[in-house]
């Protein structure tokens, strides 16, 4: 039978990868060829993402995955969301992308609000109200003046296939991110992008995951060493859609997508517009073959990742694995926050607005690193329970187990708590479920795996190491927990 050979770029927050995934009917196996950090640069006081040299990163690894392959039958891009380039009538790139991350966009979202509602917005979009969603970035930048100048937008993976292939479009699932998106009909939501003072011409047509974009250009891969040719596949684009493809679920599964941050919820056939899913801050972003990713936006390892980096400046060596073993012998919820507080969002010294949030809210202050480890693991897996029980009621659904993928699947720490904290089995794994949910969705529009969803799940769970964490006997520490970070 048929097998295929594909090069996943999945460029997260933090961090790109390029991975040859072998696909067929019983295989599914990944080798990374290259892996890059994405380090954002701050210029005249906007925070941008480096685009040229994640580009050249991308090409360095397409030649890797090109080396080790052979021959590769296509490649397909995903990464965070939100985020996009602005190119000219003649399809050059206008400015430097900006990260979503940056103050631009602050005091936006508010006056859009007001004036269109949030009820409007919400009941098409379905999309939880994050500042930084492109809807307001774009709405920053008509003020900035440079949008007058712009012919398209284009999301970052699809920037990089346009680079890549010459093709204009935008890939669904990472455009229903913008909030611009009518998610029940998968269409831009025209009335609404009027209303916000946005060009309905910059915004390129959509296409769903599976679609071949084209091929790579000659021109595109000058003097790189990579062959051009290559079909470039669309895959579930944003980094989340493809990783929840990549989720060995079943019925009754809830997930937690655990990188930069953890996203956490249920996959539906269908959006939940209502007033009280509203009010939760869920989201109904779109997902591959017609499904809903129906969940909410938690801080994630962001706080973690923040802390290292504060500590790091400060010449601390700061080693993850040791901080994790030394937050697993101290005492849980000791001291526990709010990880969504918006100002943890933009970059900085967590440790120090972590511990001024504790001290304002009563909250023994956590001194030493270790300490901190453990008030940010403890507040995650506090967040997760509250955002499960919740997804669970507004949906109606019965949750039996609790999947892990991403980076923080590697946690054990982080996994058993979630593990307590929502009082479920928690299955961690696989580790790069964005990268397998690309190859995956590439390997299928190949024919070389055919099925659904439920079946390209069962080939991840069939050849991927899982690991199980059963829940410590309930106990109402969490529950307690959780009063003391809610309220007010
Ligand atoms: C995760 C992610 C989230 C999105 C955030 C910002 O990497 O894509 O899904 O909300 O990054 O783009």
């Given at each position: 039978?048929?097998?295929?050979t594909?090069a996943a770029?999945?460029?997260g927050?933090?961090?790109?990868r390029?991975?040859?995934?072998a696909?067929?009917?019983?295989?599914?196996?990944l080798?990374?060829v290259h892996?890059?950090a994405?380090?954002?640069?701050?210029?005249?006081g906007?925070?941008h993402?480096?685009?040229l040299?994640?580009h050249?990163?991308?090409?360095?690894?397409?030649?890797q995955a090109?080396?080790?392959?052979g021959r590769l039958?296509?490649?397909g891009i995903?990464?965070?969301?939100?985020?996009?380039?602005?190119l000219?009538?003649?399809?050059?790139l206008?400015?430097?992308?900006v990260h979503y991350?940056?103050s631009?966009?602050?005091g936006?979202?508010?006056d859009?609000?007001?004036?269109?509602?949030a009820?409007r917005?919400y009941?098409?979009?379905g999309i939880?109200?994050?500042?930084?969603?492109?809807?307001y970035?774009l709405?920053?930048?008509?003020?900035?003046?440079?949008?007058?100048?712009?012919?398209q937008?284009?999301?970052v993976?699809d920037?990089f296939?346009y680079?890549?292939?010459?093709a204009?479009v935008?890939?669904?699932?990472?455009a229903?991110?913008?909030?611009?998106?009518?998610?029940?009909?998968r269409?831009?939501d025209?009335?609404l992008?009027?209303r916000l003072g946005i060009?309905?011409?910059?915004?390129?047509?959509?296409v769903?995951?599976?679609?071949?974009?084209?091929e790579?250009?000659s021109?595109?891969v000058a003097?790189t060493?990579?062959?051009p040719?290559?079909p470039v596949?669309?895959?579930g684009?944003h980094?989340?859609?493809s990783a929840?493809?990549g989720?060995p679920?079943?019925?009754?599964?809830a997930y937690?997508?655990?990188?930069t941050?953890?996203?956490v919820g249920?996959e539906?056939d269908?959006?939940v517009?209502t007033?009280?899913?509203?009010?939760?801050?869920?989201?109904?972003e779109l997902?591959?073959?017609g499904?809903?990713?129906?969940?909410r936006n938690v801080m994630g390892?962001w706080l973690?990742?923040?802390?290292?980096?504060?500590?790091?400046l400060d010449?601390?060596?700061?080693?993850?694995g040791?901080?994790?073993?030394?937050?697993a012998?101290l005492?849980?919820?000791?001291?526990?926050?709010?990880?969504?507080?918006?100002?943890f969002?933009?970059?900085?010294?967590m440790?120090a607005r972590?511990?001024?949030?504790?001290?304002e809210?009563?909250?023994?202050v956590p001194r030493?690193?270790a300490?901190?480890?453990?008030?940010i693991?403890d507040?995650?897996?506090?967040?997760?329970r509250?955002?499960v029980?919740?997804?669970?009621?507004l949906t109606?659904?019965e949750?039996r187990v609790l999947?892990?993928?991403?980076?923080?699947?590697?946690?054990a720490?982080?996994c058993?708590a979630?593990?307590?904290?929502v009082?479920l089995?928690?299955?961690?794994g696989?580790?790069?479920?964005s990268v397998?949910?690309?190859a995956?969705?590439?390997?299928?529009a190949?024919g070389?795996?055919?099925?659904?969803l439920?079946?390209?799940r069962?080939?991840v769970?069939?050849t991927q190491?899982?690991?199980?964490?059963?829940?410590?006997?309930p106990?109402?520490?969490?529950?307690?927990?959780?009063?003391r970070?809610?309220s007010?």
């Amino acid at each position: 039978t048929a097998l295929a050979t594909v090069a996943a770029v999945d460029l997260g927050a933090s961090s790109g990868r390029v991975v040859v995934g072998a696909v067929g009917a019983d295989q599914l196996q990944l080798s990374e060829v290259h892996r890059f950090a994405n380090e954002p640069v701050r210029v005249a006081g906007t925070l941008h993402w480096d685009v040229l040299s994640l580009h050249r990163s991308m090409l360095h690894g397409l030649r890797q995955a090109q080396q080790t392959a052979g021959r590769l039958d296509s490649a397909g891009i995903d990464s965070w969301a939100v985020d996009y380039g602005l190119l000219d009538a003649s399809g050059r790139l206008l400015g430097n992308p900006v990260h979503y991350r940056d103050s631009r966009t602050s005091g936006v979202m508010a006056d859009v609000l007001s004036d269109v509602g949030a009820e409007r917005v919400y009941s098409s979009t379905g999309i939880q109200f994050l500042p930084f969603n492109t809807a307001y970035q774009l709405v920053a930048e008509r003020r900035g003046g440079l949008l007058e100048q712009a012919d398209q937008v284009l999301l970052v993976p699809d920037l990089f296939g346009y680079w890549l292939t010459g093709a204009t479009v935008a890939e669904v699932t990472n455009a229903s991110t913008s909030q611009l998106l009518d998610v029940t009909r998968r269409a831009w939501d025209d009335e609404l992008v009027a209303r916000l003072g946005i060009r309905r011409s910059l915004l390129p047509d959509l296409v769903e995951p599976g679609t071949l974009l084209g091929e790579v250009t000659s021109d595109a891969v000058a003097g790189t060493g990579v062959e051009p040719g290559m079909p470039v596949v669309a895959v579930g684009s944003h980094d989340t859609a493809s990783a929840v493809v990549g989720v060995p679920m079943g019925a009754g599964a809830a997930y937690v997508s655990c990188g930069t941050w953890s996203l956490v919820g249920l996959e539906l056939d269908g959006p939940v517009l209502t007033g009280a899913s509203r009010e939760a801050g869920f989201t109904n972003e779109l997902g591959v073959d017609g499904t809903v990713r129906y969940l909410r936006n938690v801080m994630g390892l962001w706080l973690l990742q923040e802390s290292l980096r504060t500590w790091r400046l400060d010449g601390h060596v700061a080693d993850l694995g040791a901080l994790l073993d030394e937050a697993a012998r101290l005492p849980r919820l000791r001291s526990v926050v709010d990880p969504d507080d918006p100002r943890f969002l933009p970059p900085g010294d967590m440790p120090a607005r972590i511990r001024a949030l504790c001290q304002e809210r009563g909250e023994p202050v956590p001194r030493t690193p270790a300490e901190l480890v453990r008030c940010i693991v403890d507040s995650l897996a506090l967040a997760y329970r509250r955002t499960v029980h919740e997804a669970a009621a507004l949906t109606g659904t019965e949750v039996r187990v609790l999947h892990v993928v991403g980076g923080g699947s590697q946690n054990a720490l982080l996994c058993q708590a979630a593990a307590d904290a929502v009082g479920l089995p928690v299955v961690a794994g696989p580790v790069e479920a964005s990268v397998i949910g690309n190859a995956l969705v590439q390997a299928r529009a190949l024919g070389a795996v055919g099925g659904d969803l439920a079946a390209l799940r069962a080939l991840v769970a069939r050849t991927q190491p899982l690991q199980r964490y059963e829940p410590a006997p309930p106990t109402v520490v969490w529950a307690d927990a959780e009063r003391r970070v809610r309220s007010s």
